[in-house]
């Protein structure tokens, strides 16, 4: 069955240091991954998708097929990244529906 | 514009009880979906339209749990006889078309069974 992992409940560490939050995933055919956050008292909200390729707010992803991982990265952490960040797959032929991993949480310390 | 609304914002509830939860999707999202998020369970889905399709119903834990969506737009989900694990938050979203974009989500019910 599909399935996203992500290994740590919650990431710390302080401004400025880089942060990897990572994302494994288990599906055999061509995915599209995405990540969500949820900042505290906000809603759940598109943060970035593997197929636009971009950089949202310094952070970016790669897809890696071979290690079937999708992990967050940013260079340089923010306090205000400080959120609950959620990786989520879907496939052609899934409606679109979600699926996600179990969150972590990212705890950017001044 | 507005975005995904939800009704009610909480919801306490006796066991067994039956409960409604209303989502508003952004007007002309053909898509629409209901995610449930609990500490044990995570992010999980629970039911999917799009348009005047069938709906996919794949994710609905019990046959104590429907929805239902009229005229394209507003879903209800329905929970009858709730049982103390139904208690979570259930968020909604909403797509312009199911595959490749993205899903807004509502702010979520916070349903607490007693």
């Known amino acids: 069955a599909q399935r996203v992992t992500q290994p740590e409940k919650l990431l710390s560490v302080f401004k400025g240091a880089p942060v990897e939050l990572k994302c494994n995933y288990s599906?055999?055919?061509?995915?599209?991954l995405f990540w969500y956050v949820q900042y505290s008292r906000q809603r759940l909200q598109l943060l970035l998708r593997h197929i636009s390729r971009e950089s949202i707010k310094g952070f970016t992803a790669d897809l890696n097929k071979g290690e079937t991982s999708f992990h967050l990265k940013k260079p340089f952490a923010q306090e205000e990244d400080s959120a609950m960040y959620y990786c989520a797959l879907t496939y052609s032929g899934n409606t679109g529906k979600l699926i996600f991993g179990q969150g972590t949480t990212l705890q950017v310390k001044p | 514009g507005a975005g995904v609304s939800q009704s009610p914002s909480n919801k306490v509830t006796e066991k067994g009880k039956d409960v409604e939860l209303r989502c508003d999707p952004i007007?002309?999202?053909?898509?629409l979906y209901w995610y449930r998020q609990s500490l044990g369970q995570g992010l999980e889905f629970l039911i999917y339209?799009?348009?005047?399709?069938?709906?996919?119903k794949s994710g609905l834990p019990s046959d104590r749990f429907s929805a239902e969506r009229t005229g394209g737009s507003v879903s209800t989900l329905t929970i009858q006889r709730t049982q103390q694990e139904d208690s979570a938050v259930y968020l909604c979203?909403?797509?312009?078309?199911?595959?490749?974009?993205?899903?807004?989500f509502g702010p979520g019910t916070r349903l607490t069974v007693t």
């Open positions: 339209f799009q348009g005047n399709s069938a709906p996919d």
């Open positions: 007007s002309g999202h053909t898509a």
């Open positions: 979203a909403s797509s312009l078309t199911p595959m490749g974009y993205e899903q807004y």
């Open positions: 599906y055999s055919g061509s995915p599209e």
